[in-house]
């Protein structure tokens, strides 16, 4: 499904405007601003993850270079749906079975290695010797999962750290991945999540999550890009981002720029109204915006701008992170060409 952004505001607002040229949202190529360093404690045995970076050499033999990682898989599936769920072990985790599986170079069956690259929003299977704290620094995309219908789909989620969702505040509003069936990795089994209204989920991890039929959802707060997951700078359209409150409950979304705002300087369009007239202004997108709560269902386009007159070099970037007061956590790279402006 398409969402018409131009129509969003009086196509008045459409030039630019207050001196403040327009921007679109793209993934930038590995650069320090649109950079994160994700933390993951890895136990012996094997881990369920979830890599939310592009390491900056994605290679798997330098990425777990001096770590106790000797196995990683990555679960592409056969063709079929996935409706039993075995046991992490070196004789079910293999290319027949649906995964691509890098080994360390130390291991005798390092020649099967199959798994080449890792990259942001993937799923993946990890056998630590020991246990390790893996920081991996690398690019950070908006994740999309695409749910396999009438299947397990091994997932994992943004979510913030601090304070992340229970399954249930995070599946709520998904029919199709009701009645719960969720197992998360413990001591090298898969295990049923019993309670899944108390049971909070936890940043990095993978769970295998059954979805029946088909269905988009991505969490309690949807985060679409104009088009997809790119979009070129061009100083005359509009371009921004739809926020969709997908829960029956209100729901708090706070943008927050962790760089400063002399990398990039934005802003961000917001109607105002007075007794006679309605319009559009410009407004500087401070270090964190708390926006207007989001009612039940409710959808709204965010639009972004950028203060070509503030920029100190022709092309920058910097990383956004959107999250919501249920713990849910998006980062969006942002870049600007002000050649294009």
Partial sequence: MTHNYQHALPQVFLPKMFGVAFICL???AARADTARTQTINLHTGWNAVYLQVTPSNAAPNTCFQGTPVTIAALYGGNGSSVQYIQNPNTNTITQNN??????????????LTSFFALNANTALLLYSQSNYVWSVTGTAALGLVTWKPNSFNLAGFALDPRSPPTFDQFF???P?????RIYRLANDQWVQVANAKTTQMLS??????YCTGSS????PLTVQLQSGSSA??????LCGILLANNTANPLNVTMSNPTSRSVLPLAFLLNAVTPTNVFTGAYDLPATYNMPTFEASEKRGFWLALRPELMTTTNATTLLEITTDIGTQYWLPVTANQSEL
């Fill in 232 to 237: 070129l700078v061009n100083g005359t359209d």
């Fill in 176 to 180: 199709a991945h009701q009645p719960y």
């Fill in 204 to 209: 990095g991890e993978a769970c295998w999550i």
């Fill in 26 to 28: 793209t993934f930038a």
């Fill in 98 to 111: 649906g995964w691509t599986v890098w080994y360390a170079p130390s291991r005798p069956d390092a020649f």
């Fill in 216 to 219: 988009a959802y991505q969490g």
């Fill in 172 to 174: 709520s509003a998904s």
